[in-house]
């Protein structure tokens, strides 16, 4: 959540990448359902327990009957992939 509403600079949206909440993604590390997308700075550094962290993405590993939610602060790389896109309060894809 960006809590003053402006525009995220353009490499932090490179960064995210995709994830957006509903977003389902795969890499090698896991299956992943994006449940929140952290933008505020403090929280982020918080959630990452990193003083550098600009975002952090709250995931949960599908592929784990008993997976937690947990906040990752990795870049978006082409080892990564989308399996669904997040849809928009009004069921579009974003």
């Keep these: 959540m960006n809590p003053t509403l402006t525009p995220l600079p353009r490499s932090i949206v490179e960064e995210i990448g995709p994830r957006q909440p509903g977003a389902i993604y795969q890499n090698v ?3 992943f359902e ?9 929280r982020a550094a918080q959630l990452l327990r990193r003083d550098s962290a600009r975002w952090a993405v709250i995931v949960r590993d599908t592929l784990r009957p008993d997976g937690q939610p947990y906040a990752v602060g990795s870049v978006w790389t082409n080892s990564d992939y989308l399996l669904r896109p997040a849809t928009s309060v009004y069921g579009q894809a974003a």
Excluded at 34 to 42: K, S
């Design 34 to 42: 994006v449940l929140a997308l952290v933008t505020d700075p403090a």
């Design 29 to 31: 590390d896991g299956r």
